[in-house]
């Protein structure tokens, strides 16, 4: 188990990626090795979990990990959440597993999310509208959501623009008009207790995201997928202030190491009562963990 009383900061948004090489025929290898470039990371093939793992518990952070179930959409094949729960398991004392089913699969999905919540350990969804193909506020997804919000987990939905697809012919398919946060609204409203997490600033809709966390009590930001040091002066503002304990810490690893967004953050405008919330405060309370 994490000691959380130990740990530095709690890293809200980190890639579970199988191996490259595993699937030739699927274009997996060349989307990590494009995204790779695009984040100007140091590696050819991304970390397993194992090695996510050890690197956070040199860092002494907590990281929140999940896979993202595009299979339907891209023909990536999926990274079974099951194979993710175990690998978690055996990384408990640093890692936080959350998992990742294609709204599409309905009630099937829906059942698939109970039993991971129940008897895998799963603490949460990853929802990725742009790679998975899909409005967030698509009625079709409300089975797995009823399923999410009845556990009483959290729901962590990427918006604004990817880095998935970037500089790929026809953006590798990715069409971002399914990621503006305010699709988000629809749900915060019809599903008032379960916390809803809008990944990363939100280009080029930041103000619509922090519109929606704002209103709705149930709605938080994660601050991943981007250096502070390039944060819109509004994001900034907001975290300072009214949405001080909405913000969360991520990184985005592997395409962000958790050592460089914090390093940035050290000198990003950001008050220093604000920054143990963003960092460890505000995650530990959105996990229901007692300090």
């Known amino acids: ?72 959409e891209t023909g990536y094949r999926r990274y079974d959440n099951y194979e993710v729960a175990d690998a978690c398991a055996k990384n408990d004392d640093i890692l936080i597993p959350f998992a990742s089913i294609d709204p599409a699969k309905g009630k099937l999905g829906a059942r698939e999310a109970r039993d991971l919540v ?31 919000a009845e556990a009483g987990v959290p729901a962590l939905f990427h918006t604004g623009q990817t880095g998935v697809g970037s500089g790929m012919r026809g953006g590798n398919g990715m069409r971002l008009k399914y990621s503006n946060p305010m699709y988000m609204d629809d749900l915060a409203v019809d599903f008032p207790d379960m916390p809803i997490i809008l990944a990363h600033p939100s280009f080029p809709w930041q103000e619509e995201a922090l519109s929606v966390a704002q209103h709705k009590p149930n709605v938080y930001i994660d601050l991943s997928g981007w250096s502070p040091k390039y944060f819109p002066k509004i994001l900034v503002q907001y975290a300072n202030s009214i949405l001080k304990k909405k913000m969360l810490f991520g990184s985005d690893w592997p395409m962000i190491a ?28 959105l996990l229901g963990i007692e300090a």
């Open 1 to 72: 188990m994490i000691d959380f009383a130990k740990i530095r900061a709690i890293d809200f948004h980190t890639h579970a990626e199988e191996a490259c090489g595993c699937h030739t025929d699927d274009g997996y290898d060349e989307l990590q090795s494009t995204m790779a470039k695009y984040f100007g990371a140091p590696w050819a093939h991304p970390p397993t979990i194992d090695e996510t793992a050890a690197h956070y518990r040199q860092m002494n952070i907590a990281a929140v990990i999940f896979p993202v179930d595009s299979e339907r």
């Open 118 to 148: 129940q008897n895998h350990g799963i603490k949460g969804f990853k929802f990725h509208p742009t790679m998975q193909g899909f409005y967030p506020n698509d009625r079709m997804a409300y089975p797995l959501y009823e399923a999410i």
């Open 258 to 285: 958790p050592e460089k967004w914090l390093n940035a953050f050290d000198q990003a405008e950001f008050k220093d009562e604000v920054r143990p919330l963003i960092l460890k405060e505000n995650a530990m309370r």
